[in-house]
């Protein structure tokens, strides 16, 4: 089973819908939680954190479910703009390099939105 | 946010010949800086961790010899890639981590495509 897994889509959705992507990661020790954007050819930027239950940022919001150890993240009122290949990070909780626990990355699930 | 710089931001080159690859640390002092490398369609995979004043820390598979790091200073590490081969040719992101908010949040340079024919 791989650490990090997402469904790697793609989520063709119409403008003004809302979307949900999942992700599960395999170790239940692992505390903190990312969600990171990254367009075609471009460098990951973080979108959000989740260190806690959940967390909200206007129309993103993500939610942590560590008994069945899933992140997801909705998007919702989704705009042209949102297209992007969404990566789910987990820091691993055992594995250390340079003083940082390691992060892991999740294949990404890549989102269209069309007119 | 803290903003790393990677030069070139892409780069073909012939089979055998080396390239390197520069990420700097902009507005901060960076004593860790992470090397990663993503194949089309796949997730971005660790090659090893630089640290400053000292020899980078390879991930398991990553040839040491072949994929040189240097952390010369607080805002320069340089990943060379020593004879090239068309397999090498991938998107090379160098990161850093600074502390934010209590946390450490991953900055991320903008990434170097290499192309070796």
């Known amino acids: 089973r791989k650490e990090v897994e997402q469904d790697p889509g793609p989520f063709n959705v119409p403008e003004g819908a809302t979307v949900a992507f999942n992700c599960t990661y395999s170790n239940s020790a692992s505390q903190s939680f990312f969600w990171y954007r990254q367009d075609c050819r471009k460098e990951p930027k973080l979108l959000m954190s989740?260190?806690?239950s959940g967390n909200e940022d206007g129309r993103f919001t993500a939610q942590l479910n560590r008994a069945s150890q899933y992140i997801s993240l909705l998007i919702r009122d989704s705009k042209l703009s949102d297209s992007a290949t969404y990566l789910c990070?987990?820091?691993?909780?055992?594995?250390?390099?340079?003083?940082?626990?390691?992060?892991?990355f999740g294949a990404g699930t890549r989102l269209a939105v069309h007119p | 946010g803290a903003v790393v710089s990677q030069h070139p931001s892409w780069v073909i080159c012939k089979s055998g010949t080396s390239v390197k690859i520069e990420c700097r640390s902009l507005d901060f002092q960076a004593t860790t800086m992470f090397w990663y490398r993503q194949f089309p369609k796949q997730s971005l995979m660790l090659m090893a961790t630089?640290?400053?004043?000292?020899?980078?820390?390879?991930e398991q598979g990553v040839e040491k010899d072949k994929f040189l790091i240097n952390h010369a200073s607080l805002t320069l590490s340089t990943l060379t890639v020593t004879s090239a081969h068309p397999e090498d040719s991938s998107f090379y992101i160098c990161?850093?981590?600074?502390?934010?908010?209590?946390?450490?949040?991953?900055?991320f340079g903008p990434g170097t495509r290499l192309t070796v024919l």
């Open positions: 990161s850093a981590r600074v502390k934010s908010g209590g946390y450490n949040e991953q900055f």
């Open positions: 989740v260190y806690s």
């Open positions: 630089s640290n400053e004043g000292s020899k980078a820390t390879y």
């Open positions: 990070v987990v820091p691993s909780p055992t594995e250390v390099s340079g003083g940082y626990n390691k992060l892991i």
